[in-house]
């Protein structure tokens, strides 16, 4: 299995490590309840350095994610602006979402998920190949996601002067290049703070003063209650090869006003003349229990199933996001050990 630059950081700091997509990654410290907390209330910190950092560069970078992409990089003006966006197969399904930063008309970063890399990869590659771009992944890098209410205060505080002048005034959902940090206002948890992306060997000098200022390690699953708390999906669960945006509440990351040729834009244009038959939508429970992934729903406008569940830290109740008939609504039961409970049809985020 891989391990990230801050394996070593994990271990010192008792993490219990889990295979994570061929990565050994921390599942906790501890308390998960703890870690959600503290990304809730004040800072956290998680090791990402497994995900896959690609840069397009070239003459036609711009004209290939155009074609690559379902939301419009033509939108991406501004240096260090990103976006969010599926890569779709010919049939409208996900490949993978990504974010992408503009860097320049000639160079693009994408952050990819590390459970699609493979695919991820020779997907660009292959659809690539026309246009006169080059790909680089970057193995050499790592990545800390500080997320919190005071997760930006304590990076600044830790960070030279001249760095924190820049990305002090930065907006959400954009990036700096400097020097060798690219540091970008994102995130996984519903929370405000930086992503940060460093040279490998420095990622553990900056996890350590990380720590000295008081912002807590975190692991997977704690990671996984705050992305489902802020109704941020999760690839592999909430979409799919087999599934469209429009069937995964993903619509609004499809530009289709422009006209422009993408890859699955004629899939997509056939589902939304003919009118989708499924939703991604909130659930919440109303009794005691929780639920898990796989669950099957009962509606009034027929079946459906979960695709990501946990109980709540924040609301103290079971949460999931499900994939249910299109014309689904208020009151619904959930499938749990074989007995019915009763829930209600949300639309997330959670909290």
């Keep these: 299995m891989h391990k990230t630059h801050l394996y070593n950081c ?3 700091a008792g993490a219990r490590m889990v295979d994570f997509v061929g990565w050994h990654m921390p599942i906790n410290y501890g308390s998960q309840l703890d870690e959600h907390q503290a990304v809730r209330t004040d800072a956290g910190m998680f090791d990402v350095s497994h995900m896959t950092v690609v840069d397009i560069r070239g003459p036609q970078a711009r004209d290939f994610l155009s074609c690559l992409l379902a939301n419009d990089v033509a939108r991406l003006q501004t240096r260090g602006k990103a976006l969010y966006s599926c890569m779709l197969n010919q049939a409208g399904g996900v ?3 990504l974010i992408a930063y503009y860097m320049d008309d000639r160079w693009f970063r994408l952050v990819v998920n590390a459970a699609t890399r493979d695919k991820g990869l020779s997907w660009l590659a292959k659809n690539g190949m026309e246009y006169s771009i080059s790909l680089t992944e970057h193995f050499e890098l790592g990545m800390i996601a500080v997320q919190g209410p005071k997760a930006r205060e304590k990076v600044h505080s830790l960070l030279p002067a001249d760095v924190v002048e820049d990305i002090a005034p930065m ?3 954009s990036a700096i290049l400097h020097d060798e940090y690219f540091i970008a206002r994102t995130g996984y948890t519903g929370e405000d703070g930086y992503e940060i992306l460093l040279p490998g060997e420095e990622s553990c000098a900056l996890w350590d003063s990380l720590l000295e200022a ?3 390690p ?3 699953a704690a990671r996984d209650t705050l992305r489902l708390e802020a109704g ?9 090869e087999d599934v469209t945006p429009l069937e995964s509440a993903l619509a609004w990351t499809v530009a289709m006003k422009d006209g422009r040729s993408f890859i699955g834009r004629k899939a997509l244009e056939q589902q939304m003349e003919s009118g989708i038959e499924r939703k991604l939508t909130g659930l919440v429970l109303e009794g005691r229990g929780v639920i898990r992934p796989g669950y099957k729903v009962a509606t009034a406008a027929g079946e459906g199933i979960t695709t990501s569940g946990t109980f709540s830290p924040t609301l103290q109740k079971a949460i999931a996001l499900a994939r249910v008939p299109v014309d689904a609504e208020g009151r619904c039961e959930v499938e749990i050990r074989g007995k019915l409970f009763p829930a209600k049809i949300v639309k997330p985020p959670f909290a």
């Design 171 to 173: 907006k959400p959902f």
């Design 218 to 220: 975190c692991g997977l």
């Design 10 to 12: 994990h271990l010192e």
């Design 214 to 216: 008081g912002v807590k």
């Design 95 to 97: 490949i993978d979402d």
């Design 232 to 240: 941020m999906h999760l690839y592999g669960q909430d979409m799919d």
